[in-house]
């Protein structure tokens, strides 16, 4: 009749003493958890403790969409800003990462190294991807400035962490390409070049852009401007576009509403020469050759005539302007894109070697049957020149034509 109650009272033992093992099991994970998960068997050279820091870019938002704005015609400008934005991520990192002095003042020297080639990268990249031709038109469109800062954003996109990590891995002693890390907001390099520099500033500039662009669009046809055109136009193009876009408003993820809008345009696109930037006319009476200078082919003018095919708005949803002028604005760029892609280009330097042979026939011609002509391009932003010797077919059966020459 005693043993039941010893047999209870051990199984109570046990029960509680199965809990106390267990309450202490969980507080002691939940403290490996906060206060030493983040140890690792990294020496402690190679280990980082991350700390707050503001990231600072000390260049004027203004100058920089001026910038952003006209590459080709501020390309110093344009390299300085690359190199201070770069500069501005790596010491960014460097404060958050608490890393020495001796190796901060590594980071200038060692970024100077990849410098010249990054450089080049970000602007060859940035003019292939924005006509830059186009500003005239991107102004309407409130598009200019914000359309610069896409540009950039996406270029930096895909040469920041490239830079990053190979400057930081270099100067910091890793093991197997690790580091071991702690502290609050830990991130990798990439990660806190994108989110807390590139992610901001772009940001910021968005902002100021709209801002500009809204105020250029609206002063746009206020403007007076006289000049003097010297143009040679040498080809045409074309088009015809259409676009369909739905508009949908939705509550709680659930569509309730859309607006169904059908725009199209044609496009009148002209190819050619601005010979007021450049025209040289040079000859050799040496080698009897007489050599004309054209920069190269570029878009002269661009008329796009848009009409809406179709508005069919639903009860819950506003069609604002720049609803349209967002499609007006996508079918312009594609016309000139599909242009630019297109042979037009090298079709307009035929017709100008064409022209020319038209233009100094007459003259040559009775200077001296022996002289030829030759046509060169010159690339204004490469400084590069392109010689094309063009020959003209023969009027006549008994015109005979040497070879690489152009009689007259």
């Not at 005693?2 to 509680?16: V, Y």
């Not at 190796?103 to 200038?108: A, F, P």
């Not at 990268?121 to 991807?129: C, K, P, Q, S, T």
């Not at 206020?222 to 676009?243: F, N, P, Y």
């Amino acid at each position: 009749m005693n043993a039941q109650p010893a047999s209870g009272t051990s199984f109570g033992r046990l029960l509680l003493y199965t809990v106390l093992i267990s309450v202490v099991g969980i507080l002691a994970y939940n403290y490996y958890k906060n206060n030493i998960a983040d140890y690792t068997f990294i020496p402690k050279e190679m280990q980082i403790t991350y700390m707050p820091a503001e990231f600072t870019f000390d260049m004027d938002d203004e100058n920089v969409l001026a910038v952003l704005s006209n590459p080709h015609r501020y390309h110093r400008e344009f390299d300085e800003l690359v190199y201070k934005f770069n500069m501005s991520l790596l010491s960014h990192i460097a404060n958050r990462m608490d890393l020495a002095d001796s190796i901060k003042v590594q980071l200038e020297p060692e970024y100077q190294k990849h410098h010249p080639y990054l450089q080049q990268l970000y602007f060859n990249d940035f003019v292939n991807i924005r006509d830059t031709t186009a500003n005239l038109y991107e102004t309407w469109y409130e598009n200019e400035a914000s359309g610069a800062v896409e540009t950039m954003n996406e270029v930096a996109s895909k040469y920041t962490c490239f830079l990053v990590n190979h400057v930081i891995t270099t100067l910091l002693k890793t093991e197997g390409g690790l580091l071991g890390a702690k502290g609050k907001k830990i991130d990798t390099p990439c990660g806190i070049a994108m989110t807390e520099g590139l992610r901001p500033l772009i940001n910021r500039l968005a902002e100021r852009a709209a801002i500009n662009d809204f105020s250029r669009s609206k002063g746009l046809l206020e403007q007076k401007v006289e000049r003097v055109i010297a143009e040679l136009a040498t080809m045409e193009v074309r088009d015809k576009k259409g676009l369909n876009k739905q508009l949908q408003t939705k509550i709680w993820g659930f569509q309730i509403s859309s607006t169904d809008i059908e725009v199209s345009a044609i496009s009148i696109l002209k190819v050619g020469f601005k010979i007021d930037q450049y025209f040289d006319i040079r000859l050799n009476s040496k080698n009897k050759i007489v050599t004309v200078t054209l920069p190269e082919p570029s878009i002269l003018s661009h008329e796009v005539y848009p009409r809406v095919d179709k508005l069919d708005i639903g009860w819950l949803r506003e069609v604002e302007n720049s609803d349209l002028n967002a499609n007006f604005n996508i079918l312009r760029r594609e016309f000139r894109r599909d242009a630019i892609e297109s042979d037009v280009m090298n079709k307009s330097k035929s017709q100008a070697i064409e022209i020319m042979n038209m233009i100094f026939n007459p003259i040559l011609n009775s200077f001296n049957q022996e002289y030829r002509l030759v046509v060169k391009f010159k690339n204004l932003n490469r400084e590069e020149t392109i010689e094309t010797i063009k020959e003209p077919k023969p009027t006549n059966s008994s015109e005979k034509i040497e070879e690489n020459k152009v009689p007259f």
